[in-house]
């Protein structure tokens, strides 16, 4: 998922067709062709009507939108009305009546986004840039205060604070095995989250896969945002090679999410919630890797969260005829969010 831009753009007070005109002439991202096809065959097989219309946001990135979610660990005056005043309201209404008034994350349906803030050590970030889709697996998680909880593949880090934002569990571990990447989510927290709750929060580099062995029984929440095959970031692979060498191993991910999944049930304590999420469209990643869980792991129930999908349906699009544990977020012009797939 894009969850955290990098480049500062200032889209204010853009619609699609000056953003559009903004965009001619210059250097754009290069659409890998090579993906492009791949996706072209799988989607529409597996989305059917479904995926023209998704594959028209995917391969336009002047479209693509992006969503603010305050800190409210930080002080921000003038913020909200700034945000309002260039047309972005709240993304998440009281038809969730779970949500605490301290989480706030702004959206509005013309592309672009707020400039990026860098990270200044001993200085905490107003707010985190992210894919609003991206906070549906942590809003189906339902963390309350006190709940130990487990984010078991956690950089960057956007769901992590989003976590935050909601409830203040009683031990937080953020885990991610890859070493760049958990330096990313040590910064983010730093930039996020005040010294007073940092002890609350252990950041750790283990293997994903091992962690229900070595703490079985031991959370209360846990949230799988599985490594997958990233549709949006795939379509503009700048080598083909790496691509295609990409393509071929994309069946091999299925297999490790499938590890993970497996290692964070036995982290869980009985009557404790999994959410697992990914942010691609692949059958093969999401239902598949569910149905085999579910197949193996006999005292696994699903959950409805249909309730969840009718409380935002305002503002996001899902497949149709999916079951009711199971969410696919689809992008289209307007409300580009997604990919996301949330099970629990």
């Not at 204010?12 to 791949?38: F, P, R, W």
């Amino acid at each position: 998922t894009p969850s955290e831009p990098q480049e500062p753009l200032d889209y204010q007070h853009s619609g699609y067709g000056e953003l559009e005109n903004k965009t001619k002439g210059k250097l754009q991202k290069q659409i890998c062709q090579v993906v492009l096809d791949h996706f072209e065959k799988q989607y529409t097989a597996e989305l059917g009507d479904a995926w023209s219309s998704v594959r028209d946001v995917l391969t336009l990135p002047w479209c693509w939108q992006h969503a603010l979610l305050l800190n409210r660990f930080s002080r921000c005056p003038g913020l909200e009305s700034s945000l309002a005043e260039q047309g972005y309201h709240p993304a998440f209404p009281a038809a969730l009546p779970y949500l605490p008034a301290a989480f706030r994350c702004y959206i509005r349906p013309a592309p672009g986004r707020f400039p990026a803030q860098k990270h200044q050590p001993g200085k905490l970030k107003e707010y985190y840039l992210l894919n609003a889709a991206s906070l549906l697996p942590v809003l189906a998680l339902e963390v309350k205060d006190g709940e130990d909880v487990l984010d078991l593949c956690a950089a960057p880090g956007g769901k992590s604070v989003a976590i935050l934002q909601c409830a203040c569990p009683g031990h937080f571990h953020c885990n991610e095995y890859d070493d760049l990447r958990s330096r990313w989510l040590e910064q983010t927290i730093e930039s996020f989250i005040p010294d007073a709750l940092i002890n609350l929060v252990m950041v750790s580099k283990l293997d994903g896969r091992k962690i229900g062995d070595l703490q079985p029984e031991s959370y209360d929440k846990v949230l799988v945002d599985a490594p997958c095959s990233n549709d949006r970031s795939w379509l503009f692979s700048a080598d083909p090679q790496q691509a295609v060498l990409r393509l071929m191993q994309r069946k091999e991910l299925s297999s490790l999410q499938f590890q993970l999944l497996r290692s964070a049930i036995k982290a869980l304590r009985p009557g404790g919630s999994l959410v697992y999420s990914t942010c691609t469209l692949s059958k093969a990643e999401n239902s598949d890797v569910i149905n085999l869980i579910r197949n193996s792991c006999r005292d696994v129930m699903p959950v409805d969260i249909s309730e969840l999908a009718r409380g935002v349906s305002q503002e996001f699009t899902f497949l149709s005829g999916t079951q009711q544990h199971e969410l696919l977020v689809l992008p289209e012009k307007g409300r580009a969010w997604g990919p996301i797939k949330s099970n629990i």
